[in-house]
């Protein structure tokens, strides 16, 4: 007889279904048989730029050490993080992605039947992450898509250990005020953790957008996530941090992997954080690539949510997972959303201008399809 071993696994992680990414374009060549070069991705917020060249030759500076374990402190990158954000280099915590230390987070503070609050259509991590420690997720009801971070205050009890926030929020592109999140810190208790994502923050130009490293010295239980997969382009080699207390941050040394972080990672993230051409650029392509598909989306009469990431979610009107399907056969990858209650919905990311017009053009077609041959109007 074969054994159950899903049976034999943690509570929490049977509940759990496996994190879905977004389709790769080599995948969907081979299921549909279409070239490669002919597809569009535009499903993962990934910059469209491609890597910055100043990154790519630290890259292949560190080919002739690969046989050499990196440095699990991340020292030089902790320097010029502190520089580059005015923060202590013993504050910081580097990860494979910021995802994995939100998962540390959650590991290092979560035990069976504790709480974690989050909102509804926010990141799929803060779920997945509970539920493996056998935590118990507290999902707060969205308000117009957003956090309702009243709500959340109230929906703290003595079981609570750790609220996350993402600002600006993933995938909905929602973002909030500085005054909202300044009386949010202010009621919460200081043994509950209250993590704020910001892993979009560098592409936002909005003068109300805070900044949360500031509330670090008077909330010691604030800690900030960024991440180098988005406007810095290293999504492939998986590198984010935090800062937090010096505290905090210890508590995570002591659960996070040996050289959690690669050699090429460690490398790439220090030059990146140098080259602000490339991060002007990026910004410029993004804002610019936002307006075009608001405007797309709305010559086609479809209501979005209007976002300050790299990406937006819009209203197909019907069915997102059939529009989606319907885009992947004109060889265009988005992002269903379902998953994230979200049914009707579509992410899109920001691409270069070649990338959005492909979508924008082949958009009228899916829908059309999607909704058995009628015109959507």
């Known amino acids: 007889m074969t054994c159950d071993f899903l049976t034999l696994a943690n509570a929490g992680v049977q509940k759990l279904q496996p994190y879905q990414p ?14 490669e070069a002919s597809i569009v991705k535009l499903a993962s ?36 993080l502190a520089r ?19 998962d540390l987070l959650v590991r290092a503070w979560v035990a069976p039947g504790d709480e974690v609050i989050f909102s509804e259509h926010a990141f799929a991590v803060y779920p997945i992450s509970t539920l493996a420690a056998s935590g118990v997720p507290v999902q707060v009801p969205a308000v117009d898509y957003g956090h309702d971070l009243d709500a959340m205050a109230t929906a703290v009890t003595d079981k609570t250990r750790i609220i996350f926030i993402a600002n600006p929020n993933n995938p909905t592109g929602t973002w909030l005020l500085h005054s909202a999140i300044d009386a949010f810190l202010a009621k919460i ?5 209250v993590v704020l994502d910001e892993a979009y923050c560098e592409y936002i130009e909005e003068p109300e957008y805070p900044n949360g490293l500031q509330w ?12 180098f997969s988005k406007i ?48 002007k650029r990026s910004r410029d392509l993004n804002r610019k690539g936002l307006a075009d598909l608001e405007q797309g989306l709305k010559a086609l009469g479809l209501d979005f949510i209007p976002s300050l990431g790299n990406f937006i979610t819009f209203d ?24 994230y209650g979200l049914p009707r919905h579509l992410r899109v990311s920001v691409g270069t201008e070649s990338e959005n017009r492909r979508f924008l053009e082949a958009l009228p077609a899916a829908l059309k399809s999607a909704a058995g041959g009628s015109v959507v109007k």
């Open 316 to 339: 197909t009107g019907s069915s997102g997972d059939k529009v989606f399907q319907e885009l992947l056969k004109l060889g265009v990858i988005v992002r269903p959303i379902t998953g």
């Open 45 to 80: 917020n990934e910059n469209p730029l491609g890597p910055s060249p100043v990154v790519l030759d630290a890259i292949r500076a560190e080919f002739n050490d690969l046989t050499r374990y990196p440095d699990g402190s991340g020292y030089q990158l902790k320097q010029t």
């Open 189 to 193: 208790p200081e043994h509950v953790l």
């Open 84 to 102: 580059k954000l005015g923060v202590e280099p013993e504050t910081i915590t580097l990860g494979n992605g910021s995802n994995d230390v939100l």
């Open 216 to 227: 670090l010295n008077q909330y010691p239980n604030l800690v900030v996530t960024r991440t």
């Open 22 to 35: 977004g389709k790769p374009v080599s995948e969907l060549a081979r299921e549909l048989g279409l070239e």
């Open 232 to 279: 810095y382009g290293l999504a492939g080699l998986r590198i984010g941090f935090s800062v937090s207390s010096q505290e905090i941050a210890g508590v995570l040394n002591r659960v996070r992997q040996p050289f959690n972080v690669n050699s090429l990672a460690l490398a790439a993230a220090e030059k990146a954080l140098d080259d602000d051409e490339y991060v």
